[in-house]
């Protein structure tokens, strides 16, 4: 174990920003949830999905990562809403059990499809962004990962004020309390579930552009952001858009940090000690009375 001052400083540098990352990808997973009732366990895979079209983009079309978001969200948007179409609203009446066999076995569909086409090996893409870094004393932080910080608190709030402020953000929160409610009030109830599940994927794309300049791509690797983004809805409360801000930063700090002070087999120690608490002691969440 290393408890070094430079050394933990780096972690709490690195587990701010990765966590801002964190939070951007279970904002969608909880809007999802808060509105359906669905854990969609292939989130992770449709992040994968969005990290091969931005990695396309940027290695085989010459794009800058950061443009590519007028891409990726579109069709990440349109991917959500194509699946959302043909698979999960035909069994939303459906009991719970059969929705997660459903979402599971579409992870596995999207990521064994991935290896069919782009085999298993890592993929990664060079532009000018990724050797930019500055110091803070003895600790690095490097460019990319604070602009990926940036834009997805940004991106955290815009969604937030959608929400908040617009009549198809209304109507997703009201579809969210009481379906039949908002029925009742004139509101399209299916029209706004398909938005709300586009929106949550929509998340994704914006993660995979600014992810893209610092992270790699692979088929497996919507198995650990997916696993993440579960703890994190978990921790932060289930549909609780604002404890899945709070909870990507401590999984993000516990993260970082558990890879800097523990040993490699061990670095995920602190991630899943603080989730087993939580289950035992607040299994509604850390916000869960907070929710919007």
């Given at each position: 174990?290393?408890?070094?001052?430079?050394?933990?400083?780096?972690?709490?540098?690195?587990?701010?920003?990765?966590?801002?990352?964190?939070?951007?990808?279970?904002?969608?997973?909880?809007?999802?949830?808060?509105?359906?009732?669905?854990?969609?366990?292939?989130?992770?895979?449709?992040?994968?999905?969005?990290?091969?079209?931005?990695?396309?983009?940027?290695?085989?079309?010459?794009?800058?990562?950061?443009?590519?978001?007028?891409?990726?969200?579109?069709?990440?948007?349109?991917?959500?809403?194509?699946?959302?179409?043909?698979?999960?609203?035909?069994?939303?009446?459906?009991?719970?059990?059969?929705?997660?066999?459903?979402?599971?076995?579409?992870?596995?569909?999207?990521?064994?499809g991935a290896q069919v086409l782009f085999s298993a090996d890592p993929l990664f893409v060079v532009t000018k962004y990724n050797r930019l870094v500055f110091n803070i004393g003895p600790a690095v932080v490097r460019i990319p990962q604070l602009i990926a910080f940036v834009g997805s608190g940004l991106t955290a709030v815009l969604l937030y004020l959608f929400l908040q402020k617009t009549d198809a953000g209304r109507a997703i929160r009201a579809a969210s309390q009481d379906r039949t409610a908002a029925t009742l009030m004139g509101i399209d109830v299916e029209r706004t579930f398909l938005l709300a599940f586009g929106l949550g994927s929509a998340c994704l794309g914006v993660a995979a552009s600014l992810m893209i300049s610092f992270y790699y791509v692979s088929p497996t690797v919507g198995a650990f952001f997916g696993q993440i983004t579960f703890i994190i809805v978990v921790l932060g409360g289930m549909g609780n858009f604002i404890?899945?801000?709070?909870?990507?930063?401590?999984?993000?700090?516990?993260?970082?940090?558990?890879?800097?002070?523990?040993?490699?087999?061990?670095?995920?120690?602190?991630?899943?000690?603080?989730?087993?608490?939580?289950?035992?002691f607040k299994p509604q969440g850390l916000l869960s009375r907070t929710r919007k």
């Open positions: 174990m290393v408890f070094s001052p430079d050394v933990i400083l780096q972690g709490l540098i690195s587990g701010i920003l990765i966590g801002g990352i964190f939070a951007l990808l279970s904002v969608g997973l909880t809007l999802i949830w808060g509105v359906m009732r669905i854990i969609n366990f292939a989130h992770g895979e449709f992040f994968m999905v969005a990290m091969y079209i931005v990695y396309f983009l940027v290695e085989k079309g010459g794009w800058d990562p950061y443009l590519t978001l007028i891409v990726s969200v579109p069709l990440i948007f349109l991917f959500g809403v194509l699946v959302y179409r043909s698979t999960i609203q035909p069994i939303l009446a459906d009991p719970a059990m059969n929705q997660i066999m459903l979402t599971l076995g579409l992870s596995i569909v999207l990521s064994a404890g899945a801000l709070v909870g990507g930063q401590i999984i993000g700090l516990t993260e970082a940090l558990g890879a800097a002070i523990l040993p490699g087999s061990l670095s995920r120690v602190l991630t899943f000690t603080i989730f087993i608490l939580v289950l035992l």
